[in-house]
T-cell receptor
Framework: NAGVTQTPKFQVLKTGQSMTLQCAQDMNHNSMYWYRQDPGMGLRLIYYSASEGTTDKGEVPNGYNVSRLNKREFSLRLESAAPSQTSVYFC??????????????FGPGTRLLVL | KQEVTQIPAALSVPEGENLVLNCSFTDSAIYNLQWFRQDPGKGLTSLLLIQSSQREQTSGRLNASLDKSSGRSTLYIAASQPGDSATYLCAVESTGNQFYFGTGTSLTVIP
């Protein structure tokens, strides 16, 4: 099991460029998430997908779009990158335990620098 | 909006010491609370998950407690080791699929 994988690991963009961050999980989880992590801010939820074919906004969705391509893959797109989007991006997936609670599994992160 | 706070922001202890990390949240209507560990440059690893109906969970040298009414959780680490050095984050699930994270406590265990 690879768990949650993310590509690329690191990316430098110029302001106005676009790019897509890829995420895949092989644990057959229904729910997937995109977070950004900034110093002093903690992780903030950008978008999530509770199941294949559905997506919902999180706390900070502006400037981003997502696609839940299938059960395994959940991509995050920056249409026109801005320096404020410089951050570390984490993808996660979650499993509903027998007890009904959800535990999240995280990918290694993508470090994005927008100049 | 749920606010999650972790105190202290950084902690340094000698090896072998027992320690407590604190997490507080503003809205007591939570589904569960989870503690994570993050090593530098890495993703997060789940340590313990406490459902809203539970008071504590234990895993090895780790014990997490939850007091929903007061909006507090603690993570107790017994007999700390240098390998415990990492950033510890707590997260609450307030409504379905919405998770709110604290900014973390950076722990250094000195050999």
């Amino acid at each position: 099991n690879a768990g949650v994988t993310q590509t690329p690991k690191f990316q430098v963009l110029k302001t106005g460029q676009s790019m897509t961050l890829q995420c895949a999980q092989d644990m057959n989880h229904n729910s997937m998430y995109w977070y950004r992590q900034d110093p002093g801010m903690g992780l903030r939820l950008i978008y999530y997908s509770a199941s294949e074919g559905t997506t919902d906004k999180g706390e900070v969705p502006n400037g981003y779009n997502v696609s839940r391509l299938n059960k395994r893959e959940f991509s995050l797109r920056l249409e026109s990158a801005a320096p404020s989007q410089t951050s570390v991006y984490f993808c996660a997936s979650s499993d509903v335990l027998r007890t009904g609670a959800e535990t999240q599994y995280f990918g290694p992160g993508t470090r994005l620098l927008v100049l | 909006k749920q606010e999650v706070t972790q105190i202290p922001a950084a902690l340094s202890v000698p090896e072998g010491e027992n320690l407590v990390l604190n997490c507080s949240f503003t809205d007591s209507a939570i589904y569960n609370l989870q503690w994570f560990r993050q090593d530098p440059g890495k993703g997060l690893t789940s340590l313990l998950l406490i459902q809203s109906s539970q008071r504590e969970q234990t895993s090895g040298r780790l014990n997490a407690s939850l007091d929903k009414s007061s909006g507090r959780s603690t993570l107790y680490i017994a007999a700390s080791q240098p390998g415990d050095s990492a950033t510890y984050l707590c997260a609450v699930e307030s409504t379905g699929n919405q998770f709110y994270f604290g900014t973390g406590t950076s722990l250094t265990v000195i050999p």
